[in-house]
T-cell receptor, first 115, second 115 residues
Framework: NAGVTQTPKFQVLKTGQSMTLQCAQDMNHEYMSWYRQDPGMGLRLIHYSVGAGITDQGEVPNGYNVSRSTTEDFPLRLLSAAPSQTSVYFCASRRVYLTRGETQYFGPGTRLLVL | AQTVTQSQPEMSVQEAETVTLSCTYDTSESDYYLFWYKQPPSRQMILVIR??????QNATENRFSVNFQKAAKSFSLKISDSQLGDAAMYFCAYNTHNYGQNFVFGPGTRLSVLP
């Protein structure tokens, strides 16, 4: 049971380049989400999904696309990277109904630097 | 909308001493969950402790305990016998059992442990 995995761990991009951050979970969780973490601003929700084929925007969705073709995978796409997207990105998963005794599980994070 | 506030951006504690991190939240729900997550320098988000609003008894996990004051909407974390490994960012978070409810995070408190 690997939990939530993310690749790559670290990436450097030039302005205007595109890339996909990968996220996968093996806990059969319906709900998956992407956060970015910037100094002094905590975790901000980018996009989330409550199941395969269903995605929605979070607090800071601009510049990012997502899709959810399977329960396990939830990739985050940057179509044209900007320096403002330099951040640490976390993927998370949990059951769509958060029941007693459960929580949200996080991947190890991807550090992205846009030059 | 729900909000979570952590009024202490930074705290420090001497090794073996006790420290309390503050968290307040705003919600109109009567049934919800509160969490404390720890983020050490490795950046991994680790669940420290969980509290369910319907429970009057404060949650405890070894050296970690909470003071949950539902009427005051306060949820503080007490760390007893602080250890060097407790040094980290600590995030307070809120969620409910509603379908697809997104986690709401506070901005975090950076805890330093002095030898």
């Amino acid at each position: 049971n690997a939990g939530v995995t993310q690749t790559p761990k670290f990436q450097v991009l030039k302005t205007g380049q595109s890339m996909t951050l990968q996220c996968a979970q093996d806990m059969n969780h319906e709900y998956m989400s992407w956060y970015r973490q910037d100094p002094g601003m905590g975790l901000r929700l980018i996009h989330y999904s409550v199941g395969a084929g269903i995605t929605d925007q979070g607090e800071v969705p601009n510049g990012y696309n997502v899709s959810r073709s399977t329960t396990e995978d939830f990739p985050l796409r940057l179509l044209s990277a900007a320096p403002s997207q330099t951040s640490v990105y976390f993927c998370a998963s949990r059951r769509v109904y958060l029941t007693r005794g459960e929580t949200q599980y996080f991947g190890p994070g991807t550090r992205l630097l846009v030059l | 909308a729900q909000t979570v506030t952590q009024s202490q951006p930074e705290m420090s504690v001497q090794e073996a001493e006790t420290v309390t991190l503050s968290c307040t939240y705003d919600t109109s729900e009567s049934d919800y969950y509160l969490f404390w997550y720890k983020q050490p320098p490795s950046r991994q988000m680790i669940l420290v402790i969980r509290q369910e609003a319907y429970k009057q008894q404060n949650a405890t996990e070894n050296r970690f305990s909470v003071n949950f004051q539902k009427a005051a909407k306060s949820f503080s974390l007490k760390i007893s016998d602080s250890q060097l490994g407790d040094a980290a960012m600590y995030f307070c978070a809120y969620n409910t059992h509603n379908y697809g409810q997104n986690f709401v995070f506070g901005p975090g408190t950076r805890l330093s442990v002095l030898p």
